[in-house]
């Protein structure tokens, strides 16, 4: 029975048997989406990314919120103008952050089962002309690094980026001139790079890749697929200035049941009122580029986590 009043609270609400009027009047006008702490912003806004690893190992229990589909209908019709606007940026910063959050503890399994793997390989001696040209490109791999670094602290994250992409050709050249290449065609146990799960694969058969491997179509490769596509897409948003100026406020570590290892410490704060946004700025002079206001800070933050590991050479 209480599964069932659950399930109908989901689907139509607490309050699906009042009349509409009452509706309106009890529910309606007394919540307020900036500040509301009932419903998932994230599942309101797109979806809710612990939903994507139910029955998984990744799975890392529920989120708090409700997650109620009439509640997400009220606020899909809400009519459009600033205010939704402003709700949704908020409500779509707040996934960001998540989805990144999820990104780095993926990114240290991935890190260790690397480590596992390597482990078992024998390393293979590199020629002194190759380690000459290898230091060069790990020189000129920090430097951009470096660059990247400079341009994200003053808010120039799309040319930081930039930056960052003339990295992974540098990288391959690594690769190649250490020898990675043939030892990768000698093993048969990978780590996958979406999902982090160790997958073996069979040397005879050099039509299966980790791409078109049947764990690829998995509940828990096409989450993290998920996930890193739209971090993506809402770091290009915000990074193109298509969102609204961010607000401090905005920023919440995401809550998870189990602690992850090396979890970095919450930092969670509760909007009392809705402020007000700053005025939108013309210049796109070296006054622009140059700010280092507030709202800039916790952005910039993020991305330098990310030009971090970009220092060390490649460890595959």
Wanted: charged content about 35%.
């Amino acid at each position: 029975m209480e599964e069932a009043r659950a399930l109908l609270d989901q689907l139509m609400g607490r309050d699906r048997n009042a009349t509409a009027a009452a509706k309106s009047k009890s529910s309606e006008n007394r919540l307020n989406w900036l500040t509301q702490d009932q419903y998932c912003p994230y599942y309101l806004v797109d979806f809710c990314p612990n939903e994507l690893f139910v029955n998984t190992r990744a799975y890392m229990g529920s989120c708090g919120k409700e997650h109620c589909e009439y509640t997400k209908f009220r606020f899909d019709q809400m009519e459009d103008g600033r205010e939704k606007r402003e709700i949704i940026d908020r409500y779509e910063r707040k996934l960001l952050s998540y989805c990144e959050y999820m990104e780095t503890q993926l990114a240290q399994k991935i890190r260790r089962g690397k480590a596992r793997v390597a482990t078992e390989i024998p390393d293979i001696e590199v020629p002194a002309q190759n380690r000459e040209k290898i230091d060069e490109l790990r020189v000129k791999i920090n430097s951009l690094v470096k660059e990247a670094e400079s341009l994200a602290e003053r808010g120039r994250l799309v040319d930081s980026e930039r930056k960052m992409s003339l990295i992974e050709p540098l990288n391959d050249k690594i690769r190649d001139l250490s020898g990675e290449k043939y030892l990768h065609m000698t093993r048969t146990e990978f780590v996958c790079d979406v999902c982090g799960c160790l997958v073996t694969l069979n040397e005879n058969d050099s039509r299966i890749t980790l791409e078109n491997h049947e764990h690829a179509r998995g509940k828990q490769h096409q989450g993290w697929a998920k996930i890193k596509e739209t971090s993506k897409a809402l770091r290009e948003k915000f990074a193109s200035g298509r969102g609204l100026p961010l607000s401090p406020s905005t920023r919440e570590t995401p809550r998870v049941e189990r602690t992850p290892i090396e979890r970095r410490s919450p930092q969670r704060s509760e909007t009392k009122k809705v402020e007000e946004s700053p005025k939108k700025e013309t210049s796109n002079g070296p006054e622009a580029d140059e700010r280092k206001s507030e709202e800039y800070q916790s952005k910039v933050e993020d991305w330098r986590t990310h030009l971090s590991k970009m220092r060390k050479a490649p460890s595959n």
